[in-house]
């Protein structure tokens, strides 16, 4: 029971008790001398300075100038020092750290005793030991007033606190309660001390130091935590204090006074064990002590120390003083610290990864499996020095790193290395190391995987990974509901939508309505089933486009044979496609000028009979006869026909051109005068001819009749008036452009490009404008043969001919002729020139998605960064966006929802000083001011001239 839930009548007991134990005292007083009270007072001393030394704690004392007054035996051992050296000696500086302070520390705690002693009864400090060891105590401090109220004296109660600092909070609480308690005893000793001052003054000498004796002992053993009692070998226990009973589980001390012993020990054996240990030790003089099972009122067994020591050495009989305390906590943390041990010791036995510690330099453990990947057997690595195990490679840099991590310093502590086998063969690994504390020495602990395979297993699948990132195909994959989770560069390139847009989707994104829901329930039945489905779909790209792709479609299977993922393999099959038309129709174009010049040769024959016997009868007849304008109409209409016959044999490439070298410009010029009397005065003709154009190898007449039939369509397109722009330029046809334009071949080239400003056609059109006899003219306006015949002399000067219309914005016809042989040395070797590429980000704008996937490749190639859209709406959105980013737009002129000339206005309205590279298949004169392109820092032609076009991009973007 603690003190405070004491009954009255309990405490009425204990004050009769402690009147009964000092009733002999008042008796020796009156029936014994001095000298016989003094012999009795010195017996009474003695049994307290026995209790006093026989305790396991520190007991001290010191005056109010902080000096040592008293010490006990156990406090001298402790500290290391015998009490002559200590009486006398401040403790400030011989068991308290001397700090700047602590003078001052020691007055104020002095002065906080004596007016607030209760904030005392229990703190901790760090003190030290002889030597300077530090150490942390746990202190019980009551003052000890002289007559005039004045602390005269600090009694002070320490308990090594060093070992249980880990367990500090749990001691704590319990000590909160045990301060409180000692409080109330504390009250109690002193009402009765005060009480037999009363009765005692007359004996002042006696009393005095019987009193300071009493108010020591009782204070030390009422506020001591460690379990004290007095016990007889004949007559049981004789006195124990709270903590005992506290300990035990007793109310009071009637449970226990006159009690043997052994009720203590949970059975017979371990009391017979402690008895004979403890006993064994007493005899020889010594202070017994021992672990032992004791067993509290509950049944609850525990693990406690006692510490023994004899009342009188030379005889037991006299009684013995012990101090139990219990340290089952102490023996649960050993347990528990040695079973951490074992599985510790366990764990980096049979760790995964290869374990070693570093004592300095040199290896003093490693666990099995760093034996294993090493090839060493157990034991073998232990005292060699670190660097036996890594790569000579890495020697060097691991015993720097080793070095600094030693030394305290800052080092990278997981890295890949080249560890050495014993057999000479090396792997690749990867260490872990951080700095510890080996046998009180700086080390290291070095944790080692084996990441060989890893490494090969990453290396394959970056390979992979590199393969499908730079297939041209498209690849994606998805799980088995078919939502996508990877889609590789090409399927960006191909559908116009980035990774990012269809991962979480599913293909439907591209499915453009051309395949029923058939189509799709047959696939998915296919693969399903775990084969693979092959076929081609039409899908829809970001931009709305069409294109078609032959696509293969597999399950991907896990190592348990289960689908969990379908890989779909397409090839873009649209360029393909349409080379495949333009063969179709070069083949159609063929057969026709086959076909034609069968037919006109003998139709020329035909015709020459007509011509002939006409002339004839003209020559007879009067042309006031009758008969003469009909025949002169004969004749006239058999030339006309003789005129088809020529265009037709043109066509089919049966007329032989005279080549020779030529300045086109020159037969510009030429053609010129011509054409100023055939076309209206209402239509102007824009001459743009370059300076420095390459001779061509051509037929002048031929080159003259290209211009003649190109001006009428020209002039019969732009009834109101208009502009007839002719162009020359240089030009260069790359492998990238052949590819798209069948029969074009790579090479040089001079361009001759002819232009109108009139209504222009749409896309079915421009198909059939160089078939032979197809017309758009009103009957009796147009033979159909005059772009055939076009079409027939550039194929005979092994050039290549395109033309570029949309419905209200015009015709151009792009003709390129092959420059000399000399030309083309020249232009070769200026050639070699590389190209300076960047890395700025370029927008580039157009509404052919050839076009622009073809431009995109280009400037990506040259190391740009390159932004599309389809059209001048989308590339504001885009500009708005990334303005900050954006060094160059190339702006296509003709775009449907918004053209170029549009976009060109907002863009200069977002940021004036934007570079913006206008480019058409039309020629445009962008330097007027008040043209379409008014703002542009330059003008290109498609199609593209690769070099030219790098060109200027670089020009352009090297400008202020």
């Avoid at 226990?256 to 017979?272: I, S």
């Avoid at 990774?499 to 309505?513: A, F, N």
């Avoid at 026709?592 to 037919?599: P, R, Y």
């Avoid at 049966?654 to 300045?663: A, D, F, G, S, T």
Wanted: aromatic letters at 8%; hydrophobic letters at 35%.
């Amino acid at each position: 029971m603690q003190d405070q839930d004491k009954t009255k009548e309990q405490l009425i007991s204990e004050l009769n008790e402690l009147r009964r134990r000092t009733a002999p005292l008042i008796d020796s007083h009156n029936k014994i001398s001095a000298t016989e009270d003094a012999s009795h007072d010195k017996n009474c001393w003695e049994m307290y300075r026995e209790l006093v030394d026989c305790t396991n704690s520190i007991i001290l004392r010191w005056n109010s100038d902080g000096k040592i007054t008293f010490i006990n035996n156990f406090g001298q051992e402790f500290f290391g020092f015998s009490q002559d050296e200590l009486l006398g000696r401040n403790v400030i500086g011989t068991i308290v750290p001397e700090t700047d302070h602590s003078g001052k520390d020691l007055v104020k705690m002095i002065r906080d005793i004596g007016a607030r002693p209760e904030r005392y009864v229990s703190n901790q400090n760090e003190n030290m030991r002889r030597g300077g060891d530090r150490v942390w105590i746990s202190w019980t401090n009551r003052p000890i007033f002289n007559e005039n109220g004045e602390v005269q004296e600090i009694l002070s109660i320490g308990n090594d606190h060093t070992v249980l600092k880990q367990v500090e909070e749990e001691l704590r609480k319990a000590k909160a309660g045990l301060e409180e308690r000692v409080e109330e005893r504390t009250a109690k000793l002193r009402e009765a001390v005060e009480l037999l001052e009363y009765r005692l003054l007359e004996r002042e000498r006696v009393e005095e130091a019987l009193r300071e004796s009493k108010q020591m002992v009782a204070g030390i053993l009422s506020a001591s935590p460690v379990g004290i009692g007095f016990t007889s070998l004949s007559r049981g226990m004789l006195w124990v204090n709270q903590a005992w009973l506290d300990l035990f589980g007793f109310q009071d001390e009637k449970q226990v006074l006159g009690q043997n012993t052994a009720k203590l020990y949970p059975f017979q054996q371990e009391f017979e064990r402690v008895g004979n240990t403890l006993y064994s030790a007493l005899e020889t003089g010594k202070v017994a002590e021992t672990d032992a099972l004791m067993v509290r009122t509950n049944g609850e067994v525990f693990y406690a120390s006692i510490r023994m020591s004899p009342f009188d050495p030379s005889d037991l009989s006299k009684g013995i003083i012990a101090a139990i305390s219990d340290i089952s906590k102490h023996r649960r943390l050993e347990e528990d610290l040695k079973e951490r041990e074992e599985r510790y010791r366990s764990l980096v036995e049979n760790s995964f990864d290869g374990i070693m510690l570093q004592k300095g330099l040199t290896i003093v453990f490693a666990n099995n499996r760093l034996h294993e990947i090493l090839g060493y057997e157990a034991g073998e690595l232990e005292g060699k020095e670190h660097w036996t195990i890594y790569h000579p490679d890495y020697q060097k840099i691991t015993r720097q790193r080793a070095l600094a991590r030693i030394r305290g310093e800052k080092t990278i502590s997981q890295y890949e290395v080249k560890l050495l086998r014993k057999d000479g063969s090396f792997f690749r690994g990867e260490i872990l190391a951080r700095a510890v504390k080996v046998q009180g020495e700086s080390g290291v602990q070095v944790w080692i995987r084996d990441i060989s395979k890893q490494r090969r297993s990453e290396q394959a699948q970056k390979l992979l990974a590199t393969a499908v990132g730079q297939a041209t195909e498209s690849v994606i994959i998805t799980d088995t509901e078919g939502n996508i989770e990877y889609a590789n560069p090409a399927f960006e390139t191909i559908t116009g939508y980035s990774r990012d847009e269809v991962i979480g989707k599913t293909p439907h994104v591209l499915m453009s309505g051309y395949h029923d829901k058939r189509f799709y329930k047959d696939l998915w039945a296919t693969i399903r089933r775990g084969e693979a489905w092959k076929g081609q779909f039409v899908n829809r790209r970001k931009d709305g486009t069409l294109y078609q792709e032959d696509s293969v479609i597999s399950p991907v299977r896990n190592s348990s044979g289960q689908i969990v993922n379908f890989v779909a393999v397409g090839r873009d099959r649209t360029l393909e496609i349409e080379l495949q038309k333009q063969l179709f129709w070069a083949q159609k174009m063929e057969a026709v000028g086959t076909l034609a010049g069968g037919i006109a040769h003998d139709f020329n024959n035909l015709l020459q009979v007509v011509l002939g016997y006409s002339e004839v009868i003209l020559q007879r007849e009067k042309k006031d006869q009758q008969d003469y304008p009909e025949i002169h109409s004969i004749y006239e209409a058999g030339k006309r026909g003789a005129e088809l016959v020529n265009r037709l044999l043109t066509f089919s490439r049966k007329v032989e051109p005279k080549l020779r070298p030529i300045n086109i410009n020159q037969e510009v010029i030429q053609v010129q005068a011509l054409l100023a009397r055939t076309i209206p005065k209402t239509i102007k003709i824009d001459l743009r001819l370059s300076g420095d154009l390459e001779s061509a190898q051509a037929d002048p007449s031929q080159l003259a009749q290209i211009l003649m039939n190109l001006a009428v369509n020209a002039r019969d397109a732009m009834p109101d008036g208009g502009v007839f722009i002719i162009e020359t330029t240089n030009a260069e046809l790359d492998r990238e452009f052949c590819l798209r334009h069948l029969g074009a071949k790579p090479g040089r080239y001079a361009l001759l490009a002819v232009s109108d400003s009139g209504h222009g056609m749409d896309k079915d059109t421009l198909l059939h404008i160089f078939e032979p006899f197809f017309t758009t003219k009103e009957v009796g306006k147009g033979t159909g043969l005059g772009l055939a015949t076009v079409y027939g002399i550039v194929k005979q000067h092994d050039g290549y001919i395109i033309c570029y219309s949309e419905p209200g914005h015009g015709t151009t016809f792009k003709i390129y002729i092959p420059v000399i042989a000399s030309a083309q040395d020249s232009a070769t070797a200026a050639d070699e020139a590389p190209i300076k590429g960047g890395n700025e980000t370029i927008l580039l704008v157009d509404d052919d998605n050839s076009v622009r996937n073809w431009g995109a490749h280009i400037l990506s190639d040259s190391g740009y960064e390159v932004r599309t859209a389809a059209n001048g709406k989308e590339a504001l959105e885009t500009y708005k966006k990334e303005r900050e980013v954006i060094s160059l737009v190339i702006l296509d002129l003709i775009m449907p929802e918004m053209d170029g000339s549009r976009c060109l206005v907002e863009i200069l309205k977002i940021d004036p000083k934007a570079k913006v590279l206008m480019a058409s298949g039309y020629p445009v004169n962008w330097e007027d001011e008040t043209s379409l392109t008014k703002g542009a820092k330059g003008f290109v032609h498609k199609p593209y001239d690769t070099k030219q076009f790098l060109a200027t991009v670089r020009a352009i973007l090297d400008t202020d």
